[in-house]
């Protein structure tokens, strides 16, 4: 088996393996190519000890009505439908490395959609990337969630090691949970690492679920007559991500934090709002009329190598 070149990159600490398959047809041809994308291999080349050390993988694919296809396999080796720290690694690296993917804005099939990715750039690197994430879903039927239907689940009762909490379900493209603490004092981490575990595989979610632990910083939160104060919420968020655990950035959490802020009337959409992440800062402006969310944020190369998968070979299957 060949040895497989790959770039590691990473968007706010949220850090991944890039492998492009564009030039072998999934499933069939080139071993290396099906190899990657296996639960098993996934697993032990995101062990941080004895692999290269990744929250997941991200196949680039040939592209169905985009430019490429990503696919997004988490560190457990379950596939994601999309990952929004993901798409911006992805969007760098088929920039960086492929003139013909040198335009300011990228077309990325995704199992959330096709995405669009506008590419800020200097000396032919992309810097940042501005992706149009699509529309919050919010019907329960759409998270999904048990039972389904078209009302939303807007500061709901969820229960984890006997304490309640109220979270708004959201999508975008894969299912949140989002959970606002107001409590000035509290540890959004602590809370992430006791409680997400559990609310990740509550029964409500039928495909599992994000959770996200936020709060808006005090003395920022505004009411519906204060639309002139651009910039004045900020968003501190700990996300428990499905299939990875603590991330130090999740972008679609961050989407669908500010989306779920603005349907609880906590904030106002039409405006910009950073979210900090443990890695740092997402830039998030949800539509006025909840049509659409955009997310701007940093997309850094950490190297390039190549992946010896005979090594990988006898790694445990399922």
Known sequence: MATLPFTKVEG?????????????????????????????????????????????VLAILPGVDGDARMRVLNADGSEAEMCGNGIRCVAKVLYDGDASMRRPVLRIDTGAGLLA???????????????????PRLARAEIPMNPGGTERAVRAPI?????????????????????????????????????GPAIEVDPLFPRRTNVEFARIRAGVKRAAADLGAIGAAEIDLVVWERGCGITLACGTGACATVAAACVEERLHPGVETPVHLPGGTLHITVAPDLGGVRMRGPAVTVFRAELDLARFAHAQPD
């Open 12 to 56: 706010l600490g949220n850090d991944f393996v890039v492998v492009d398959l564009r030039g072998a047809a999934e499933g069939q041809g080139d071993a290396s190519a099906v190899s990657i994308q296996t639960p098993a291999v996934v697993r032990a080349v995101c062990d941080r000890h004895f692999g290269v050390g990744a929250d997941g």
């Open 117 to 135: 990715c506008a590419i800020d750039a200097e000396d032919g690197q992309a810097q940042s990337v501005a992706v149009e994430m699509g529309s």
């Open 159 to 195: 229960s984890a090691h006997g304490r309640r909490f109220k979270m708004t379900a959201v999508s975008m493209g894969n299912p949140h949970a989002v959970i606002f603490v107001d409590d000035p004092e509290a540890d959004l981490r602590a809370l992430a690492e006791e409680f």
